[in-house]
């Protein structure tokens, strides 16, 4: 079969695109390296929706982000991805702080964003009353919010794929080359053809870019540390605080999440190889000693987890969003760094406005459901529906994941749902099963069997993250029987 | 609305013997909530010997100690629910829990018995820098897999603390088949008894490596490694001591906190030090009619002495429902002083007429020490102690007549005693 | 000659010294605190044992496999040849606390005793 559009990333980019392809009649694949979505910068960044003041005027960051700030309610809504809009603060300290976040709200304004306003010591610690007595001024952007990006990603990828679209995972692409009229991308096992390729392989967008013999840009890994904290401290702030932003970024950050934890990052380093998110000791020290800064009363013994994530930086100061210049029907999707996920719902509307350009005809599906039923959240229902729940089906009654009240009916759910999780992470992600003060401690056995189970396939089988994450090495006892 | 006299939330050790306590006190209407599939709680997979020393005057395994309550619970017809999940206690002690059968149900409860013991804590709480690769374990995840499962969750192991736990995993995945190469423990003392030193650690070569902690975790999809590096007093990484280790799994042994998440969000005052309620001698916490016991009141090493508070907290729920117990009177609260981190009780009725037994850890490994209690400089009470530890519960017995002369100025302190 | 040893009998883990003539005997014992830290220290010195708690497959059960012990301590040196033995053992469901579960290990005179519940599965024939 020949696709009309192959997506190369499963990120939160590729996952609106195919969504937004989805909406037409187009048979449409994404085609993903890792064994889940978003596993790459989706999985970790600072899920942050910015109000869209920082970036230059004029470029597509700038517009980009200010319009996809502004999709991002109606299309969390659509998808039932918590979204929580509760604004940004940039602190200053000092003099030259405080110009530079007056460059920063006379920036926003030129960028167009909506009720920017500054604020003086005193209304700033009446709005957050935990942020250092130190801070003398600060910007705030109420359109800003916060959303967990690989929850997009999952729940946008899972609506395309209701809608119709195929997501092949383990497929890491070795080869693209143009036919006349199609594309042929290769894996070590399998050959994807299609009419439009959309690159949006975030990290590994240049290398997708040379395989069709491009060598127009380059993409640099950029390491972030962040420290994940207790749901105790999550209501130390409302909005997210930022420092004033430098060359490397928008500095450390304090920010609640939407599910009620407080973020703390991230560092900023240039690293050179594109899968090392190991968190350094130096990074999580410096993370701590910033974070402390601007709100001094977080309490770091209560951290439960500490992560790094990966941008996909280019070297120029911009998104790279434009069609090869080899390849007829290429679009890339390159650059994707901070504001990416702001911009992700306008970066994918964006994107179909070239493959338009480029010659895609779209004719509306009328069968398209823009709505996706989320999974169900057994703690966020009501008694009723609770117990209406239970009586269907009696796994909704069994908790397996203590701390975060997740039963194996969900556990079982996030295995069957498109994208249906095959891995332990993967649970993790879908259910937050794993995810709660004791990490993991009580539930993994519990769900290393139903992985096994529902999958039909053998607990050592099971793995944390895909490839060779097994979790276990093996029966005890595994020798012959003798009685 | 079902409607109980006593809902004992946790089926553990302290469950079961606070069941025991109420019944035999009078409470014939108790309901015991379970969260996992059969009663006895973390016991079932402790299947090494060591239990019941004090209790039963013989040494047994785990599941024989949680068997010989069970049968005392089966004799007595006391109601309970297995893979039922309590998810709210209300300051009213209404019980809001859930299971496959009968779905979310509440229980108003006359009386309520905290007993929902303790977790790991995790790797993330310590943040020790490199990728998340598989083979990071609790060394109570890998004891559920091992004895439970039956299952090894690697082949060469590097532990990380010397808690009994981790301790008890290094000599059981040795004697399943696997290679434990070290225990690494950052303070300059075990924090597992003696006795698991010499039977798990020296009997099978494997290395204690004392001040010494994980610095980095090596590896992208499973473990392939660990540097470990000598720490300087204050629990830092001396430059130039790293070590990498070969293996394929890190388990994790650094302490223990109460499961205090229902206590926490019913708005039970809590000790900062123990993580559990603040209670009276009576396990009673600072909301009526709501008592804790074991360790989620605080972390025990021995289940002989769960067992024992969570009689005396079962008996008291009685007392409490049959009105029985006098609740008027004055109250104490006790101080810690020097050496001591914490005290348990925290507070008493002195009027009480009753020996009191005060729990308490110290803070540091000595040896030849005198517990001391004294109200400003009059000395009430004395005891010598030959050796001290942190990770080893102490204990005092006050006298009635002690405790009715007990003040909000009485301190209990460690003195070292010259030699 | 003296010898440094920790008492593992029960969980104040005395430390014990004890003194041994050259044939290995034990002369006396100091440091203890009760009589069975002195039986130990003899123990320990001339024929060192240990309680072997494991577990053994279970066919037919609600449960994979069954917590064990020995009901004597083994000497020390028999504990590895022991796994290798039980590794390959496997008894059928139901399995009550107490069942001995295997006779006479190693030749040693000492039973391999369950010390858990397995029912039987009703699920499965």
């Known amino acids: 079969m020949i696709y009309d559009v192959a997506v190369i990333g499963a990120g939160v980019c590729g996952a609106l695109i195919a969504r937004n392809l989805s909406r037409f009649y187009l048979n449409v694949c994404v085609l993903e390296q890792e064994s889940d979505v978003a596993m790459g910068t989706t999985r970790a960044n600072s899920a942050i929706v910015h109000g869209g003041f920082d970036a230059k005027p004029g470029t597509l960051k700038a517009k980009l ?419 | 609305m079902k409607k109980a006299d006593l809902v004992i939330i946790g089926g553990g050790p302290a469950g079961l013997a606070a069941a025991l306590g109420a019944y035999d006190a009078g409470i014939k209407d108790i309901i015991l909530l379970e969260r996992d599939g059969k009663l006895g709680g973390i016991l079932n997979q402790c299947i090494h010997n060591g239990f019941g020393l004090h209790r039963f005057g013989e040494e047994l395994t785990g599941p024989e100690y949680a068997w010989k309550y069970q049968q005392e619970i089966f004799k007595r017809n006391i109601s309970f629910l297995l893979d039922t999940m309590v998810l709210n206690l209300s300051p009213d002690r209404i019980v809001t829990a859930v299971n496959s059968s009968d779905g979310v149900f509440q229980i108003q409860a006359k009386a309520v018995i905290l007993a929902m013991g303790c977790r790991e804590r995790s790797r993330g709480a310590l943040n020790i820098p490199g990728m998340r690769p598989a083979g990071i374990y609790s060394a109570g995840t890998a004891q559920k897999l091992v004895n439970g499962k039956g299952y090894l969750p690697g082949k060469k192991v590097v532990i990380l603390g010397s808690g009994d736990i981790g301790l008890i995993m290094a000599r059981r995945m040795t004697l399943e088949g696997a290679q434990v190469k070290a225990v690494c423990e950052i303070m300059p003392y075990s924090g597992g008894l003696n006795r698991n030193i010499v039977q798990c650690l020296e009997d099978f070569q494997i290395p204690l490596k004392l001040s010494h902690t994980i610095t980095q975790i090596h590896g992208k999809d499973r473990v392939c490694g660990v540097t470990v590096a000598k720490v300087n007093r204050s629990g830092k990484p001396i430059q130039g001591t790293g070590e990498f280790i070969e293996c394929d799994t890190v388990l994790f042994s650094v302490g223990l906190i109460p499961e205090n998440e229902l206590a926490k969000e019913a708005g039970i005052r809590l000790d900062p030090v123990t993580g559990g309620a603040e209670v009276f001698e009576n396990r009673e916490t600072s909301f009526k009619g709501i008592f804790a016991c074991g360790n989620v009141l605080h972390v025990h090493d021995l289940v002989d002495y769960v067992s024992e508070e969570a009689e005396l907290a079962g008996r008291s729920a009685a007392k409490f429902i049959l009105e029985k117990w006098k609740r008027d009177g004055e109250t104490v609260t006790l101080k810690r002083g020097e050496g001591i981190r914490y005290l348990v009780p925290q507070k008493l009725h002195r009027e009480s007429h009753e020996a009191l037994k005060l729990y308490f850890r110290v803070t540091d490994v000595k040896r030849n020490v005198e517990i001391v209690l004294r109200d400003g400089k009059s000395l009430l009470y004395s005891k010598r102690h030959p050796k001290v530890a942190p990770g080893e519960m102490e204990y005092v017995i006050l006298t009635p007549e002690i405790v009715s002369r007990l003040t909000n100025n009485c301190v209990l302190e460690m003195r070292e005693k010259e030699q | 000659m003296k010898r440094q040893l920790t008492c593992i009998i029960c969980p104040i883990g005395c430390c014990l010294t004890a003194e041994l003539d050259e044939n290995g005997e034990v002369l006396n014992v100091t440091g203890n605190t009760c009589g069975r830290g002195k039986a130990y220290a003899e123990s320990e010195c001339t024929h060192p044992v240990r309680t072997l708690t494991t577990t053994m497959r279970v066919s037919g059960g609600t449960e994979p496999l069954v917590s064990i012990k020995s009901d004597m301590p083994l000497p020390k040196e028999l504990l590895l040849p022991c796994m290798e033995k039980i590794n390959r053992l496997q008894v059928a469901a139901p399995v009550q606390i107490g069942d001995i579960l295997f006779r006479n290990i190693e030749n040693t005179g000492i039973d391999l005793v369950a010390t858990g519940n397995v029912k039987k599965d009703q699920t499965c024939g």
């Open chain 1, 65 to 483: 982000n200010v319009e996809g700030c502004g999709m991002m309610p109606e299309l969390c809504g659509e998808l039932h991805v918590p979204y929580r809009q509760n604004g940004s603060l940039v602190l200053a300290f000092d003099k030259e702080d405080v110009k530079h976040i007056h460059a920063l709200y006379e920036r926003g304004l030129v960028n167009g964003v909506k009720n920017l306003k500054l604020l003086n010591r005193e209304e700033l610690l009446k709005q957050e009353p935990n942020l250092s007595e130190k801070v003398l001024e600060a910007l705030y952007a109420p359109s800003a919010g916060i959303v967990c990006p690989y929850e997009l990603a999952l729940a946008a990828i899972g609506n395309a794929m209701d809608n119709g679209v195929h997501l092949k995972l383990c497929f890491k692409v070795t080869g693209l080359s143009k036919e006349k009229e199609y594309f042929c991308i290769s894996s070590e096992n399998e050959t994807v053809k299609a009419r439009y390729v959309v690159n949006a392989a975030g990290l590994f967008a240049d290398e997708i870019a040379k395989a069709a013999g491009e060598d127009g840009f380059f993409i640099a890994p950029r390491k972030g540390e962040y420290m994940l904290l207790d749901k105790a401290q999550g209501g130390l702030v409302n909005s997210t605080i930022f420092q004033c932003p430098s060359k490397m970024g928008k500095g450390i950050l304090v920010t609640p999440t939407v599910d009620g934890n407080l973020l703390i990052g991230p560092t900023s380093e240039n690293i050179l190889d594109k899968t090392d998110s190991s968190t350094t000791q130096q990074g999580l020290e410096k993370v701590a000693s910033t974070a402390l800064k601007s709100v001094p009363g977080i309490q770091l013994r209560t951290v439960i987890t500490s992560f790094a994530g990966l941008r996909a930086c280019a070297e120029k100061e911009d998104f790279i969003i434009e069609p090869s210049k080899k390849l007829k029907g290429l679009i890339h999707v390159a650059g994707i760094e901070s504001p990416g996920l702001s911009a992700s719902p306008a970066i994918a509307r964006y994107v179909m406005e070239l493959l338009k350009r480029e010659g895609i005809s779209l004719k509306a599906n009328p069968a398209f459901q823009a709505e996706r039923r989320p999974l169900h959240h057994c703690r966020q229902m009501s008694m009723e529906m609770r117990n209406q729940l239970i009586q269907k089906e009696p796994r909704f009654g069994r908790v397996i994941c203590r701390c975060e009240g997740i039963t194996e009916g969900e556990i079982i759910e996030a295995i069957h749902k498109n994208p249906g999780a095959t891995t332990l992470d993967g649970v993790k992600r879908r259910t937050r099963a794993g995810m709660g003060r004791c990490q993991g401690g009580f539930c993994t056995p519990s769900v290393i069997e139903i992985l096994a189970r529902e999958l039909g396939i053998s607990m050592e089988q099971v793995t944390k993250s895909g490839g060779g994450s097994r979790l276990l090495a093996g029966k005890c006892k595994a020798g012959e029987c003798v009685k």
